[in-house]
């Protein structure tokens, strides 16, 4: 994410300008849905905290830093109110095998592929993994946060985030020890 372009929209906004909200939305939406999903693994649940989230940011803007990523922000928010859901639903260590993946996604080439069933099986274990592993993994390799953004986004020391990142991979790695090429 470009933080120069979001912090151009965000002074659109604040100056008025409705539609510089609306293409932040754009901008964002899909990190955000996809971190909430692989945080909830529920596509409905995703969109639901996807959509709150905008609203929060909305009623919160002033309350955003310019001097931190934007990005970084909302993606905190994201994972908050994802793990706030959890919480709330009771479900938030849940070990099940599957995985409820959205109908559009299995149109995406990349499920076509014949690596379909690897990624399934990565899925599949990561989704077994505690909150922690799972949130510090997701943020790291699917939103391709940098340690710093990831320190900012759950408010820890950047070396406790690489810590953590380093017993994720390990523990990831124990239940993938099948997939390993000899």
Known sequence: MDNETDQALLERYRNGDR???????????????????????????????????????????DEYDPKYKFFSWIYRIAVNESLNLLRHNGREEALDDEIDIPDGERANPEWQVGEAQVSRRIQSALMTMSMNDRTVLTLRHFSECSYQEIAQILDLDEKTVKSRLFEARHRLSVLLKDLRRN
């Open 19 to 61: 539609e510089a909200f609306s293409d932040l939305v754009v901008r964002c939406q899909r990190p955000i849905y996809n971190a909430a999903f692989w945080l909830l693994r529920r596509a409905e649940d995703a969109s639901d905290v996807t959509q709150t989230v905008f609203l929060r940011v909305a009623e919160r803007l």
